[in-house]
């Protein structure tokens, strides 16, 4: 054989033989040094991360909006400030709600009237001087008159206010805390249809000790999650703490953008560490009693089907279908399809593929060897 001849035939000689699903190496291939394999083993809980937020505790607390418009005359609180229940945050002069006093104070005073008249009649019916139908009617009247009295106080004194028209306003703080939010400066005219779902509030009061966690669970993940279950919350911008939660809610409809049903959780924040709006990943541990485990970079795609690919002897390789029960960035959990102990190929597995994908297409398009005829 010439030295011109020796390249080629190393070439061809080096090339892996495709059987079936096999590839076969020869012995000295250099593409041997690339695939790395890891024993397939059973599969240990696994911990779950679900994307989440941190939010204030809704239960604990309040957003502050206007009954009636008017001008903000006073601000009395700002951010930060802790508030117990009653505490006027802004005084505000407003001609609307002195209409709703000014409805109380004449809802009063018509009551007084009815209810000497309902004492004239009275005496005038005992005396056999008035019927009793007109006793009745002043009855009525009285009755009528002191249930609009009721009714108008009840609405002033659902806004603090005392007796007399004043048109003062206080907003008021149903709730001790603090408050975290103030989206409101002097003399700002403000109405109660400037307020939408999505407005800001006037004040926000809360109680930051307390905070709610909104996690995005999905679909697959649903089955392990239930109420009063804890998990591992953790943050970005405090990478080496972990926080626990308590599941409270657990929504009963799935996001149809997302595909991710809403779970709420309590989380106790008494150092004040955690924010609002904060990023945070919620963790918790999934079990996979009957399932194996091996690394997610041996898996890969053939049309619909997950492929790997296992070492079944030196230089041996064959491709198998795997059914995926959990998969993350580091591993897959599978089912059926593998034994534990087979190796399988973790790295490059894609060049076997790749491999086994160009033998079959050459056998395809290979001409078929015809017979040749005798003369």
């Keep these: 054989m010439?030295?011109?001849?020796?390249?080629?035939?190393?070439?061809?000689?080096?090339?892996?033989?495709?059987?079936?699903?096999?590839?076969?190496?020869?012995?000295?291939?250099?593409?041997?040094?690339?695939?790395?394999?890891?024993?397939?083993k059973q599969a240990e809980d696994i911990a779950v991360d679900l994307p989440a937020r941190i939010v204030w505790d809704e239960q604990k607390t309040q957003r502050v909006f206007p009954a009636f418009a008017g001008r903000v005359k006073q601000i009395l609180a700002d951010v930060g400030q802790n508030v117990s229940e009653?505490?006027?945050?802004?005084?505000?002069?407003?001609?609307?709600?002195?209409?709703?006093?000014?409805?109380?104070?004449?809802?009063?005073?018509?009551?007084?009237?009815?209810?000497?008249?309902?004492?004239?009649?009275?005496?005038?019916?005992?005396?056999?001087?008035?019927?009793?139908?007109?006793?009745?009617?002043?009855?009525?009247?009285?009755?009528?008159?002191?249930?609009?009295?009721?009714?108008?106080?009840?609405?002033t004194a659902l806004y603090s206010s005392g007796a007399g028209v004043n048109q003062q306003l206080g907003l008021r703080s149903s709730l001790g805390g603090m408050i975290v939010e103030r989206n409101v400066n002097p003399d700002q005219e403000i109405r109660p249809d400037q307020f939408g779902p999505s407005s800001p509030a006037l004040f926000v009061i809360t109680d930051p000790r307390f905070l709610w966690v909104l996690i995005d669970v999905r679909e697959g993940d649903m089955q392990h999650i239930k109420m009063g279950m804890k998990m591992d919350i953790k943050t970005p911008s405090l990478p080496n703490q972990v926080f626990v939660a308590t599941i409270r809610a657990i929504?009963?409809?799935?996001?149809?953008?997302?595909?991710?049903?809403?779970?709420?959780?309590?989380?106790?924040?008494?150092s004040r560490i955690l924010k609002n709006e904060m990023l945070a990943t919620a963790s918790f541990l999934r079990s996979f009693p009957s399932n194996l485990n091996i690394p997610?970079?041996?898996?890969?795609?053939?049309?619909?089907?997950?492929?790997?690919?296992?070492?079944?002897?030196?230089?041996?390789?064959?491709?198998?279908?795997?059914?995926?029960v959990f998969e993350n960035k580091k591993d897959v959990v599978v089912e059926g399809g593998l034994v534990i102990g087979e190796k399988v190929v973790s790295q490059n597995g894609l060049l076997l593929a790749k491999e086994l994908l160009n033998a079959q297409e050459d056998a395809q398009q290979a001409p078929m060897k015809v017979p040749a005829t005798k003369p």
Excluded: W, Y
């Design 296 to 324: 997610a970079s041996s898996v890969f795609l053939k049309g619909n089907d997950h492929i790997v690919f296992i070492e079944i002897e030196p230089g041996v390789f064959q491709s198998k279908k795997v059914s995926l």
């Design 86 to 155: 009653g505490t006027v945050l802004a005084q505000i002069a407003s001609p609307e709600f002195g209409a709703a006093q000014a409805d109380t104070a004449r809802a009063t005073a018509d009551a007084l009237l009815a209810s000497k008249n309902l004492a004239r009649q009275k005496e005038l019916f005992n005396a056999g001087i008035t019927s009793q139908k007109e006793f009745e009617q002043s009855e009525a009247d009285f009755l009528r008159a002191k249930a609009e009295v009721d009714r108008a106080q009840a609405r």
């Design 251 to 270: 929504a009963d409809t799935i996001d149809p953008m997302t595909r991710t049903i809403k779970v709420r959780a309590s989380i106790e924040n008494s």
């Design 2 to 40: 010439s030295c011109s001849e020796s390249p080629s035939h190393m070439e061809i000689t080096q090339q892996p033989i495709v059987q079936n699903n096999q590839l076969r190496f020869p012995a000295g291939n250099p593409q041997l040094s690339l695939l790395s394999t890891v024993a397939v």
